[in-house]
């Protein structure tokens, strides 16, 4: 064979894969199952006459895909192909009847093309189906073939199910082999646990079970096994490409099966302690709606959850990834998700974000049904509470109040704490009116909301930082730690912004403790040591036709990256990136970076040494600053902290390190694919501890910093797990 043929072969095999899958008959979900009558013939099936499932456009605009996509291995006739098998006959039908057509329909928007899986998209997929269907006999006609896989769940293909094979001469196993018994493995599926409330509080130790672990936020890992005096004899236990796109998400681990988000709106289950897929679901998202990144799925009961590109949230059973519903949180157009949901006392709490004149929410729906429970509005509307603080304005001029990082939760206060961002019209606030009883406040931006999960009514709320005028958000995490305040321990709430000052507030009052400022900004020039009340410098204050050198950046000192805290010795581990931003005016009918007439840049604080990222150690008790690393490349993971005495956290230049959680000193790292970019987790398998990191550049934070270090590139984007063990 010549070196031409071979790579002929290659290229063909890869392809191969994609028109295999789709070697099978479909009815769509309608109370008239699919029967047609095909013309009896070689590789033919019988088949009872049916209602026409789709149009004779559909089937053209597919022969002409199928021929892009499928004729190279299934042949130009559908079933002469010289490496895949045929799409028509009794084998072609024996595969796949008397199962749910939505299986196929997914396996196919999964998987194919190999080389792109999902890239042609749910119309073009169900086009090439049309025309595999004609192809079997089925009649044209005035409906559509649908592109959504939710509207096939409920259908089986018809037929007599048995044992498929080619009809014709190539393509498949031969018609009748029986292949050897495949390896027996252990699947973990078959005996996994739903998960509950009090699991989520408190989980067991070796199991990672929402975005930060457990309710309250805090990102630590009670695991001792790595240590050290150890952890640099740390090896790859195995690795799993993801879809191409940014990928933020934080796996999530329960009784041995890792649960992950996949760029392009797909959950995949694996065998955490080999990698190897169990179950993978596709949104299939409607055309024009382009897929966004996300930063957590949650896991409830027998359901995991997660939010789409397309603004619902989707319930899959943890057992089979089949979805048990599917909720639009909105009707309106301009919401969007890139957060992920809370699930707390049997609601599914989630935020929106985007720039929808007077609204954005966080949404809870009942956890076993889907169904609408309540929706809170986090911009205060006129003539309710916090209403009178939009300088005047009215609902539909005012905008922003994002909630874009999942809520946390404290089961004993019984309340769920959201963050919320900014507004994104800046010149609405900027100049207070001369108005009794009304402010420039834009409530509920950057604050704190406790809301009751049962009715959806706020609690209290706490305002970090009224008219941010730069935004610079304050929408991360809310850690809940117990901590001695004025000799009783008490619930509090510890969460920062972009500026990297930390409010410490009480978490059953939403009573101010205290702030600590880690010195990247220059915003506020002081805090009220009895109030907490933050006094801005007018000298950062844009908008005056001047230009402003203001710290930090925009993309954050602190950002969404999370912090991790250890509860024994009350050290918050916080990762970090050291920049500053010109705010300089745009030429008057110019669009700035804020409305106020102003777009930001990017540069180095004024005394920086070339160094950017950092990762602080601070004691929340005493609010000293135990130690600080600093390095070249800025961070771009969270941080994760566990027992062993070990710290670990990733930056753009590719690197996962584990540094000592007493000193700072680099203990062990490694060089990955791709940009980390999620937060890193701990968990046990049979008994043997793993480390877990996400990669995927293309996120806001790995895109925000590398023109601070020219020389560190990341081209092409390979988004991955990896995950770690001890020999």
């Not at 252990?186 to 199991?207: A, C, F, H, S």
């Not at 939760?409 to 769920?416: H, I, P, Q, V």
Request: aromatic share 8%; with cysteine.
């Amino acid at each position: 064979m010549t070196l031409t043929n071979i790579q002929k072969v290659r290229q063909l095999a890869l392809a191969a894969v994609f028109c295999g899958a789709i070697a099978a008959l479909i009815v769509i979900e309608t109370p008239v199952q699919l029967h047609a009558q095909a013309p009896a013939g070689p590789g033919r099936a019988v088949i009872a006459p049916a209602s026409p499932l789709f149009t004779s456009a559909q089937a053209a605009a597919g022969k002409a895909a199928y021929a892009q996509n499928c004729a190279t291995c299934h042949g130009a006739n559908v079933d002469d192909g010289e490496f895949a098998p045929p799409l028509r006959g009794a084998g072609f039908i024996g595969n796949y009847a008397g199962k749910p057509a939505a299986d196929l329909f997914n396996y196919t928007t999964m998987k194919m093309p190999p080389a792109n899986p999902g890239s042609l998209g749910g119309a073009m997929y169900a086009q090439i189906l049309s025309y595999i269907l004609q192809q079997n006999g089925l009649p044209t006609g005035n409906a559509e073939f649908p592109s959504d896989a939710t509207a096939l769940a409920s259908v089986v293909i018809p037929g007599t199910p048995g044992r498929g094979g080619p009809a014709g001469p190539s393509g498949g196993v031969t018609a009748g082999v029986k292949l050897p018994a495949a390896p027996k493995k252990v699947n973990p599926l078959e005996k996994i646990t739903p998960v509950t409330d009090t699991m989520l509080q408190n989980p067991p130790t070796g199991e990672w079970l929402t975005w930060r672990r457990s309710f309250d936020d805090q990102g630590f890992s009670p695991l001792k096994q790595i240590t050290k005096a150890n952890v640099n004899n740390l090896r790859i236990a195995w690795t799993w490409a993801l879809s191409p796109g940014a990928n933020e998400a934080t796996p999530l681990v329960h009784d041995g099966v890792m649960f992950l988000h996949s760029p392009g709106d797909k959950i995949e289950a694996l065998d955490a302690a080999t990698g190897d897929l169990l179950w993978q679901y596709t949104r299939q998202l409607p055309q024009g709606v382009t897929a966004s990144v996300k930063r957590n799925i949650s896991i409830y009961g027998d359901k995991v959850y997660l939010g789409t590109s397309d603004v619902h949230v989707v319930a899959l059973d943890v057992k089979t990834g089949r979805v048990v519903w599917d909720e639009a949180l909105a009707t309106e157009k301009g919401f969007n998700l890139t957060g992920g949901p809370l699930v707390a006392k049997g609601k599914v709490m989630i935020g929106t974000g985007g720039r929808v004149p007077g609204k954005n929410y966080i949404v809870a729906l009942d956890a076993v049904t889907g169904k609408l429970a309540w929706r809170f509005n986090t911009i205060a509307q006129p003539g309710e509470p916090g209403g009178d603080s939009w300088n005047g304005h009215t609902a539909e001029e005012r905008n922003g109040a994002s909630v874009w990082i999942a809520g946390s939760y404290d089961s004993a206060l019984n309340l769920a704490f959201f963050g919320v961002a900014q507004t994104y019209d800046t010149a609405l606030l900027a100049k207070p009116v001369n108005k009794p009883g009304v402010t420039n406040d834009g409530l509920y931006t950057d604050c704190t909301l406790a809301i009751n999960p049962d009715t959806g009514k706020l609690v209290w709320y706490y305002q970090h930082q009224p008219n941010d005028q730069w935004d610079l958000d304050w929408v991360f995490e809310r850690q809940v730690v117990r901590m001695p305040v004025n000799g009783t321990v008490r619930p509090v709430i510890m969460t920062a912004g972009k500026t990297a000052i930390y409010d410490v507030i009480d978490a059953e009052t939403g009573k101010w403790i205290y702030s600590k400022d880690l010195g990247l900004q220059n915003v506020v020039s002081s805090i009220d040591p009895g109030t907490g009340k933050k006094n801005v410098d007018p000298k950062a204050l844009p908008g005056d036709g001047q230009a402003h050198m203001v710290c930090p950046h925009a993309g954050g000192a602190k950002s969404w990256l999370p912090s991790s805290y250890n509860p024994d010795t009350k050290i918050l581990y916080i990762p970090l990136v050291e920049s500053c931003m010109d705010l300089t005016p745009v030429p008057e009918g110019g669009r700035g970076s804020l409305s106020t007439g102003v777009r930001w840049t990017l540069r180095p604080r004024p005394d920086s040494d070339g160094r950017y990222g950092r990762v602080e150690a601070v004691n929340m008790l005493t609010r000293e600053v135990l130690w600080t690393e600093r390095h070249r490349a800025p961070v771009s993971s969270g941080t994760l902290a566990t027992a062993g005495g070990v710290v670990f956290n990733g930056d753009i230049d590719r690197f996962f390190r584990a540094y000592d959680d007493q000193t700072g000193k680099l203990l062990w790292e490694a060089r990955l694919s791709d940009v980390p970019s999620n937060a890193p987790i701990a968990y046990t398998v049979n008994g043997k501890q793993y480390i877990a990191i996400g990669v995927g550049n293309g996120g806001a934070q790995a895109m925000t910093f590398p023109a601070l270090v020219p020389e560190i590139q990341n081209v092409d984007r390979a988004p991955a797990v990896w995950v770690f063990q001890l020999p």
